[in-house]
């Protein structure tokens, strides 16, 4: 039972990841298909992370010992983790206060090789759990790209 669970863990993350990486053809088979209503594209595209996250909150889908990784790794992930979050979060209070960035600082930021682990770094600093780290992250990336399809505003909040 323990390996076909972990089969469909890793089934459903290539399904999650598929989803945001080739969103572009995933909307537009929607759109061929006339399947125009917002609510049913984002229930559809969701599954897959709705089953990690429920998958996640029972087995434990990100814990070390789930993912095959030695206890011993632990304390040294936990403070990589913390020290990328605390770097995202100096780097918001540098824009906050007005203190420009780097051009090259900026492109390295928001690139998704450094992003992602800035973020869940970020987000583990906040909730102390890997496993809710990193699926904020999938979620962020699913909500950007699969609901989204990478259709992207130029602030947060239009009307303030």
Same mark, same amino acid.
């Given at each position: 039972m323990n390996t076909k669970r972990h089969a469909l863990q890793l089934v459903l993350f290539i399904l999650v990841?598929?989803?945001?990486?080739?969103?572009?053809?995933?909307?537009?088979?929607?759109?061929?298909?006339?399947?125009?209503?917002?609510?049913?594209?984002?229930?559809? !595209?969701?599954?897959? !992370?709705?089953?990690?996250?429920?998958?996640?909150?029972?087995?434990?889908?990100?814990?070390?010992?789930?993912?095959?990784?030695?206890k011993s790794w632990?304390?040294?992930?936990?403070?990589?983790?913390?020290? #990328?979050? #605390?770097?995202?979060?100096? /780097?918001?209070l540098a824009q906050d206060s007005g203190l420009?960035?780097?051009?090259? /600082?900026?492109?390295?930021? /928001?690139s998704v090789l450094y992003f992602a682990p800035v973020a869940a770094g970020m987000a583990f600093t906040i909730c102390d759990n890997r496993s809710q780290a990193f699926i904020s992250v999938l979620l962020y990336y699913h909500l950007k790209y699969a609901i989204s399809n990478n259709k992207t505003s130029t602030v947060c909040f239009e009307d303030v």
């Open positions: 990841l598929y989803v945001i990486i080739d969103h572009k053809r995933i909307h537009s088979t929607f759109d061929s298909r006339e399947i125009s209503s917002i609510f049913i594209r984002s229930f559809i !595209l969701s599954i897959p !992370l709705i089953s990690i996250i429920f998958l996640d909150i029972k087995y434990g889908m990100f814990s070390l010992r789930n993912l095959g990784i030695p632990n304390t040294p992930l936990n403070k990589l983790m913390k020290t #990328a979050g #605390a770097y995202g979060m100096v /780097q918001i420009k960035t780097g051009t090259i /600082q900026r492109d390295t930021v /928001q």
